[in-house]
């Protein structure tokens, strides 16, 4: 009984807390405020999933954020209800700090994380391995209206709604490239850099998998923002 109670009443306060939060009553930084736009520039932490979370079904609050997220977006329209994999609130992004080897579709949820990753993980990494930037992501596409692993049967892929993004390289500011199915199982600059790359990507992305996962994962990092949390 005692322990009950003291359940009612930890729940009481976290609601209390919660709701003068939202009210003003309590005052927090924008970061720790669950309520206040995700902003791109500050460090993932805590809240950056349940943040991404409330862009889904907000396009208006989706733009707001990606305002100041350095992406060059085309905001595209919802396909019809009855399509095989329907997309709403979804994006083209067609680059922005960092060049793609081509403009892929995204979710909102998708943009913004790749956004968070490119300013909080991949630029770090590069700098700390080779001391200069990423210049160019190299991707292998984003949604595909398939089921996983483009099996007959099964659950969908997070690619059917844009969920997901698969990369496959990098290039230096200096013209390098580093290639997941090349340098991964190197043991030099490359290969730490891509682990690096790998590991920062998990603050940002839901589910991160490389060739450590899969063999079906030995050319690409699969990064996104669906239900279940990965990294590996």
Not at 59 to 72: A, E, F, I, M, T
Not at 115 to 128: K, S
Not at 131 to 138: H, L
Not at 163 to 188: C, M, N, Q, T, Y
């Amino acid at each position: 009984m005692r322990a009950g109670r003291l359940l009612l009443l930890f729940s009481l306060l976290v609601a209390a807390g919660l709701v003068s939060v939202w009210r003003g009553w309590l005052p927090l930084s924008a970061a720790w405020n669950p309520w206040a736009p995700l902003q791109v520039r500050e460090p993932p932490n805590l809240l950056t999933r349940f943040k991404l979370m409330r862009l889904r079904a907000d396009p208006q609050l989706c733009d707001q954020v990606l305002r100041d997220s350095g992406l060059r977006v085309a905001r595209q329209q919802d396909s019809r209800p009855d399509a095989d994999c329907p997309l709403r609130n979804v994006l083209r992004v067609q680059g922005g700090d960092i060049a793609l080897s081509s403009s892929f579709l995204a979710s909102c949820p998708l943009a913004v994380a790749f956004a968070l990753y490119q300013y909080h993980a991949l630029q770090p990494a590069a700098q700390a391995v080779y001391g200069q930037r990423i210049s160019r992501i190299e991707h292998l596409g984003s949604f595909a209206c398939r089921n996983m692993y483009s099996r007959e049967n099964g659950f969908r892929s997070q690619h059917a709604t844009a969920d997901a993004l698969d990369i496959s390289g990098f290039r230096l500011a200096d013209g390098r490239h580093i290639s997941v199915l090349k340098d991964w199982p190197g043991e030099g600059a490359d290969a730490r850099f891509l682990r690096l790359a790998r590991d920062g990507a998990c603050d940002a992305f839901n589910v991160v998998l490389s060739p450590d996962y899969n063999a079906a994962h030995r050319n690409h990092f699969h990064l996104d923002v669906g239900p279940w949390w990965i990294c590996r």
